[in-house]
T-cell receptor, first 115, second 113 residues
Framework: EPEVTQTPSHQVTQMGQEVILRCVPI?????FYWYRQILGQKVEFLVS????????KSEIFDDQFSVERPDGSNFTLKIRSTKLEDSAMYFC?????????????FGPGTRLTVT | SQKIEQNSEALNIQEGKTATLTCNYT??????LQWYRQDPGRGPVFLLL?????KEKRKERLKVTFDTTLKQSLFHITASQPADSATYLC????????????FGAGTRLFVKA
C-alpha cells in the first residue's frame, strides 16, 4: 500500500539554525500539507500546497517558514531560523482531491528538537 | 473564532461495549467533517468522512453522525476491542474554500479486556 514517507525521523538543531524537513507524498496525490504537533497538544495546520503554490496557510506559518516542491516527488518544509518553541512533531500529509476524496494520508512525522 | 471541542477527559470502556465520542464545533459551517485515529508517536490515520448533507456514515464497526443544526458529530465504535485504544481526532475543513483542516484536541479511548 502506498504511503507518505518523511525524513529524518528525528532532527536536533540549535536555536537560530535553518532546518529542512523532507516528505515524499503518495505519487498520484496532488494536494500536500504540513502540520505540527507540540508534545501533548493538538495537531495544528500549517500550510496546504497545490499546483506549485500555497493554497492556505495558518497564522503559525509566518515568514520563517517556507515550502517547496523541488522535483516531482519531494515536498519540503524549511524553517529559516529555528526557535525553542518550534520543537514539535511535524507531519506531512497528502490527498487526492481530484477524485472527490478529501481524506489525508499522514506520514510518520519528523521530531524536531531545538536546543 | 472557530472552535472544535472534544471530550477532554479519557473515555474508559469495557471490551465489547460501544464507545461514543463527541465533537462539537462553533462559528463554523463546515462542508465536511472527518475522524482520524492517532496512536502515540504516530501520524493520524483517516477513518471516516461525512459531508454536511449526510446524516450518518458507517464503515465496519464505526459509525459517524453529523448534525449541522446542533453543530455536533458523534463517533461510535461498536463491539470495542483493546486494539481500539487510541486517541480519536475530529477534523473540520476550514470553510474558506481552500484546503485548511482544523483538528480538535482528541479524545483518548481506553478499552479494557
Amino acid at each position: 500500500e502506498p504511503e507518505v514517507t518523511q525524513t529524518p525521523s528525528h532532527q536536533v538543531t540549535q536555536m537560530g539554525q535553518e532546518v529542512i524537513l523532507r516528505c515524499v507524498p503518495i505519487s498520484n496525490h496532488l494536494y500536500f500539507y504540513w502540520y505540527r504537533q507540540i508534545l501533548g497538544q493538538k495537531v495544528e495546520f500549517l500550510v496546504s500546497f497545490y499546483n506549485n503554490e500555497i493554497s492556505e496557510k495558518s497564522e503559525i506559518f509566518d515568514d520563517q517558514f517556507s515550502v517547496e516542491r523541488p522535483d516531482g516527488s519531494n515536498f519540503t518544509l524549511k524553517i529559516r531560523s529555528t526557535k525553542l518553541e518550534d520543537s514539535a512533531m511535524y507531519f506531512c500529509a497528502s490527498s487526492d482531491v481530484t477524485s472527490g476524496v478529501y481524506e489525508q494520508y499522514f506520514g510518520p512525522g519528523t521530531r524536531l528538537t531545538v536546543t | 473564532s472557530q472552535k472544535i471541542e472534544q471530550n477532554s477527559e479519557a473515555l474508559n470502556i469495557q471490551e465489547g461495549k460501544t464507545a461514543t465520542l463527541t465533537c462539537n464545533y462553533t462559528n463554523y459551517s463546515p462542508a465536511y467533517l472527518q475522524w482520524y485515529r492517532q496512536d502515540p508517536g504516530r501520524g493520524p490515520v483517516f477513518l471516516l468522512l461525512i459531508r454536511e448533507n449526510e446524516k450518518e456514515k458507517r464503515k465496519e464497526r464505526l459509525k459517524v453522525t453529523f448534525d449541522t443544526t446542533l453543530k455536533q458529530s458523534l463517533f461510535h465504535i461498536t463491539a470495542s476491542q483493546p486494539a481500539d485504544s487510541a486517541t480519536y481526532l475530529c477534523a473540520l475543513d476550514g470553510g474558506t474554500g481552500g484546503f485548511k483542516t482544523i483538528f480538535g484536541a482528541g479524545t483518548r479511548l481506553f478499552v479494557k479486556a
